[in-house]
Every structure is written in structure tokens, then in C-alpha cells.
């Protein structure tokens, strides 16, 4: 069971919206900044999200993050069957001493 | 262009230990902190262990604790996960990981491709 709590799955039509949420608590996202991790099948983890809503270099703005109390949410507008992928949140938390990571969401591109 | 090599992963029996190796490459290794985040197969991402950029600051999950050591070598560009007493249940893609800040704050920027380790008798 993990620390965050993301939904195991969520669906969209090609071009529409989907947010993913990721709930924590004070010793974690309420008090830490949230990454968020885009694993393609087959690969290694990417970074998508950073700082809870900053994109690094080469991401389209097409991904979004946002943060609000202990919650923390990922958006992918115009979304793509290249979008299909596992999505996890992470952060540190502050009474474990150690990093923790939602249980990931798998996005299906109907 | 950072790059992060693994390598020592393999199948092993119950018991026994591994060290995992990680190699650097296209940043300044000791300017930042390294985790170890591994998938068993199926299953969602686990940290495992982080350290800081100067390696004075170690942390480790529940689930490894007493068991696995992180360690680096700074003048090798190179971190380590020391494995003893693996489990059936330590099966896993190991990845090592490029953390944004000096201290362990698991915000990873570059991942490696990830190893395969399989406890198995």
C-alpha cells in the first residue's frame, strides 16, 4: 500500500483532458514539493513535473501540475495514444525520512 | 548529456548478497544526491534508499532497512546499493537515479535504464 494515493486508471478519447489526482498528508505532499514521473511501457521513469507545476526542458505544455493543501494533480490536455503510459507522483516525506511514491496511474487512450 | 549506467544485477538464491553499481556521467557527481528506486515486475515504483551528494546522509525504506547499505564513491563517479540477506520478495528492476538537490529529497531528474535483480532458489 503506498503513502500516495493515485487512481489505479483513467480513459480518454484522443484530443480530450485527464487529470490524475495524487493525495498525501503534511509529512509529505502538504509540506514538500511533488514531482511527477511519465514510465512509457518498456522504459525507464521520466521526469513530466516538477516543483509541483514547473516542466522541464523538452515537455509540452500540454502537461500541467498543480498542488493544493496535501492533494496534488496532473494534467495532460490534447491528450495522444503516445500518452499512454504509467504516471506516478513522488515526493519526500518529512516523518519518514524517505522518498515516497504514489501507486501509479495507467492512462488508456480509448 | 547525463548519463547513468547499472550494472551487478543477476539472479542470486535466497540469502545471498549483491552489490549493485551505478556509474555516472555528464554532471558533477558530488554536487548532487542519488536514490535507488526499484519495480518488481507489474507492480508501481518503491524508493529504496537514497544519499546525499557528499554521502554523509543515508536513508533507506522500511522494507530494506538493516539489510541493503548505499554508499558512493565520489571519486568514481560511481553509487552503490549493497545487498545482504535478499528475499524472494527483492525482485526487482533496480534503477538508479539523479536527484535535483544536493540533499535526498527524491526529485529525480535522469534515471538509469534499470538492472534486473531476481531472488529466486
Known amino acids: 500500500q503506498s503513502v500516495l494515493t493515485q487512481p489505479p486508471s483513467v480513459s480518454a478519447a484522443p484530443g480530450q483532458k485527464v487529470t490524475i489526482s495524487c493525495s498525501g498528508s503534511s509529512s509529505n505532499i502538504g509540506n514538500n514539493y511533488v514531482s511527477w514521473y511519465q514510465q512509457l511501457p518498456g522504459t525507464a521513469p521520466k521526469l513530466l513535473i516538477y516543483d509541483n507545476n514547473k516542466r522541464p526542458s523538452g515537455i509540452p505544455d500540454r502537461f500541467s501540475g498543480s498542488k493544493s493543501g496535501t492533494s496534488a494533480t496532473l494534467g495532460i490536455t490534447g491528450i495522444q495514444t503516445g500518452d499512454e503510459a504509467d504516471y506516478y507522483c513522488g515526493t519526500w516525506d518529512s516523518s519518514l525520512s524517505a522518498g515516497v511514491f504514489g501507486g501509479g496511474t495507467k492512462v488508456t487512450v480509448l | 548529456e547525463v548519463q547513468l549506467l547499472e550494472s551487478g544485477g543477476g539472479w542470486v538464491r535466497p540469502g545471498v548478497s549483491l552489490r549493485l553499481s551505478c556509474e555516472a556521467s555528464g554532471f558533477t557527481f558530488s554536487t548532487y544526491a542519488m536514490s535507488w528506486v526499484r519495480q518488481a515486475p507489474g507492480k508501481g515504483l518503491e524508493w529504496v534508499s537514497g544519499?546525499?551528494?557528499?554521502?554523509?546522509?543515508?536513508y533507506y525504506a522500511d522494507s530494506v532497512k538493516g539489510r541493503f547499505t548505499i554508499s558512493r564513491d565520489n571519486s568514481k563517479n560511481t553509487l552503490y546499493l549493497q545487498m545482504n540477506g535478499l528475499r524472494a520478495e527483492d525482485t526487482a528492476v533496480y534503477y538508479c537515479a539523479k536527484d535535483r538537490f544536493y540533499s535526498s529529497t527524491c526529485h529525480l531528474d535522469f534515471w538509469g535504464q534499470g538492472i534486473l535483480v531476481t531472488v529466486s532458489s
Open positions: 544519499i546525499s551528494g557528499g554521502g554523509a546522509s543515508t
